[in-house]
Each structure stands twice: as structure tokens, then as C-alpha cells.
């Protein structure tokens, strides 16, 4: 069975500067992928970024990058110049297609980011 | 593009009443999945259907909760009778299953059983 963990409950972080999320995964599949959503107070799931396990280069959107660490089985996100419109509980999470159909996505308990201004 | 479209947004029941919840994917979206979070939890898969068939519902508390898919599009979620451990959020989300595997969220429809 797959798992994720999410070990830092909340974090903080100054405007304009940079934070770094955690999250572990635990899973026996060779192929697989790994997201981080923001979930702001109106619980929408947003996708922030996306890693394909196949792919050796980590991901970037904009101010939003990750360390794949494949054999250590974590995937952190960076947040840099952090804004204050990036408050929110950030989830990680991991989806494994099996056969025939695509999988789905299990998460880990979130880390809720507070930024200061 | 329209988004995931859920409703309704906010339902206060008592226990041992019934809710339901609909949800209409974006076009196009094969795979539809209903959530459950729980405060301060992240979500956990109820159910999910790829067309009109049923993947995975494994988690799915069969003897309260009840989906449906009919023609593959919009899908129902029903609980009867609700217990207070039901109170969460019920996310819809739908996928068109490509290689970026991209599962696209709606607002959520939030339960409040007392």
C-alpha cells in the first residue's frame, strides 16, 4: 500500500523569503507520480507542481520547485520570494496508475503555511 | 474551460437524516473520484468511477454511503443515515487520463451533521 507522510504540521515563513515542505512516500511501484495541491481556506485542491517518478530532473512552475530524492523517497517543495497569498495547507500526494485504469491520489495530512508579512 | 461543479456547497443535517451530493466533472473526463475530508485530515478516496463503471470503492462505507454514475457524466453521492462522524467536506474531482495524470478538484460540498 502506498503512504505518504507529511511530518511538519505547520510552518512559517517571512514574505519574500524561502520555505521548504516536506514529505516522504512509501511505495513498492516503479512508476508513479507525485503532486503537491494548496488548499486555501475554501478548501478548492489547487495543483501548485508535478513530478513524474521517471524523470530524473526536478520540477519548476515559477517561484515553486522540488527536490525528487527517488531513492531516499522524498519529494520536498520550495517556495521561493513566498507571498502572502501563498497561506494555505499544502498537501502531498501520490498516485500510481494499475492496469487499465488510472489511479488515484492519497495524501498526506498537510502542512499548514502561514506567511508574515 | 468549466471547472469541476459540485453542489450543494453547505448542508446542515441531523443524524439518521439522508443528504445527497451531485457532482458535474469537466467535459470530456473519463474518471471521476469522490473525496472525504475530515478536519484537520487530508482526503481519503470514497469511490471511483472511470466511465460509468465502478474502479475502486473499497473505502466506501457500504451500508451509509451510496454513488452512481449513470451515462458517465455527472455522479450522485448519497448518505442515509448520516452518523456525526460524517461531517467533512466531500470533494468531486475528475481526471482525463493522459500522460500528465492531472486530477482537477471542485469546491467541495461541506457536511455539517449534528
Known amino acids: 500500500a502506498q503512504t505518504v507522510t507529511q511530518s511538519q504540521p505547520e510552518m512559517s515563513v517571512q514574505e519574500a523569503e524561502t520555505v521548504t515542505l516536506s514529505c516522504t512516500y512509501d511505495t513498492s511501484e516503479s512508476d508513479y507520480y507525485l503532486f503537491w495541491y494548496k488548499q486555501p481556506p475554501s478548501r478548492q485542491m489547487i495543483l501548485v507542481i508535478r513530478q513524474e517518478a521517471y524523470k530524473q530532473q526536478n520540477a519548476t512552475e515559477n517561484r515553486f520547485s522540488v527536490n525528487f530524492q527517488k531513492a531516499a523517497k522524498s519529494f520536498s517543495l520550495k517556495i521561493s520570494d513566498s507571498q502572502l497569498g501563498d497561506a494555505a495547507m499544502y498537501f502531498c500526494?501520490?498516485?500510481?496508475?494499475?492496469?487499465?485504469?488510472?489511479?488515484?491520489?492519497?495524501f498526506g495530512k498537510g502542512t499548514k503555511l502561514s506567511v508574515k508579512p | 474551460e468549466a471547472g469541476v461543479a459540485q453542489s450543494p456547497r453547505y448542508k446542515i443535517i441531523e443524524k439518521r437524516q439522508s443528504v445527497a451530493f451531485w457532482c458535474n466533472p469537466i467535459s470530456g473526463h473519463a474518471t471521476l473520484y469522490w473525496y472525504q475530508q475530515i478536519l484537520g485530515q487530508g482526503p481519503k478516496l470514497l469511490i471511483q468511477f472511470q466511465n460509468n463503471g465502478v474502479v475502486d470503492d473499497s473505502q466506501l462505507p457500504k451500508d451509509r454511503f451510496s454513488a452512481e454514475r449513470l451515462k458517465g457524466v455527472d455522479s450522485t453521492l448519497k448518505i442515509q443515515p448520516a452518523k456525526l462522524e460524517d461531517s467533512a467536506v466531500y470533494l468531486c474531482?475528475?481526471?482525463?487520463?493522459?500522460?500528465?495524470?492531472?486530477?482537477?478538484f471542485g469546491e467541495g460540498s461541506w457536511l455539517t451533521v449534528v
Open positions: 500526494a501520490s498516485l500510481t496508475n494499475y492496469g487499465g485504469s488510472q489511479g488515484n491520489l492519497i
Open positions: 474531482a475528475s481526471s482525463f487520463w493522459d500522460h500528465r495524470n492531472t486530477i482537477y
